[in-house]
């Protein structure tokens, strides 16, 4: 069964850095492109950033992009979201997503639970 | 990045009617790289449809997905009171990956 389970979040004061972590389980976590999701509260899904399997791409929206740093440690099934410079928009739940297939362009089949980070002074 | 607008923002029915949700993109979706999901209060989303017209596993076949280019639909032929709930589409043929602003289907 497929695991991924966030962690790291909290408040933070404006300005400030937090890093997100997500311990996947369940799948063979080093063939697949995994993605960053976040939901702000009463809102609907804004896709955040990606990484490929190996790490060496990562695709951050325009939101995050010199902000955001999506990162993975592949030999302990672990994938990171580093935030810098938060904003209070910043503030939503934030989902760990893994892609239905590995290789090329594939849909979201599974989330995890959300972790979320509150962005306030 | 494309921007994929749904519509209408809110769908009043009641159970056993059918919904139809559309979702329309700024630029053609290539290969038809268009997903549906579906989310209830308090919940991660599901995974319902990919590929415009092909249901994920274990989806009910009250589900159907169409559509090509920059418009595509999807269909709840008979509502069951278990599908009240916000539909997102997304594309994920072009990165970054973007998420339409949902639909909610509610019970009129």
């Known amino acids: 069964e497929v695991q991924l389970v966030e962690s790291g979040g909290g408040l933070v004061q404006p300005g400030g850095s937090l890093r997100l972590s997500c311990s996947a389980s369940g799948f063979t976590f080093t063939t697949y492109t995994m993605h960053w999701v976040r939901q702000a509260p009463g809102k609907g899904l804004e896709y955040v950033s990606g990484?490929?399997?190996?790490?060496?791409?990562?695709y951050p929206a325009d939101s995050v992009k010199g902000r955001f740093t999506t990162s993975r440690d592949n030999s302990k099934n672990i994938l990171y979201l580093q935030m810098s410079s938060l904003r209070a928009g910043d503030t939503a739940v934030y989902y760990c997503v893994k892609e239905a297939c590995s290789g090329g362009s594939c849909p979201i089949d599974n989330w995890g639970q959300g972790t979320l980070v509150t962005v306030s002074s | 990045e494309i921007v994929l607008t749904q519509s209408p923002g809110t769908l009043s029915l009641s159970p056993g009617e059918r919904a139809i949700l559309s979702c329309r993109a700024s630029?053609?979706?290539?290969?038809?790289?268009l997903a549906w999901y579906q989310q209830k209060p308090g919940q991660a989303p599901r995974f319902l449809i990919y590929?415009?017209?092909n249901r994920a596993t274990g989806i009910p076949d009250r589900f159907s997905g169409s559509g090509s280019g920059t418009d595509f639909t999807l269909t709840i032929s008979r509502l069951e009171p278990e599908d009240f709930a916000v539909y997102y589409c997304?594309?994920?043929?072009?990165?970054?990956?973007?998420f339409g602003q949902g639909t909610k289907v509610e019970i009129k």
């Open positions: 990484i490929s399997s190996r790490g060496d791409n990562t």
């Open positions: 997304q594309q994920y043929g072009r990165s970054p990956r973007t």
């Open positions: 590929g415009a017209s």
């Open positions: 630029q053609t979706v290539s290969n038809s790289y």
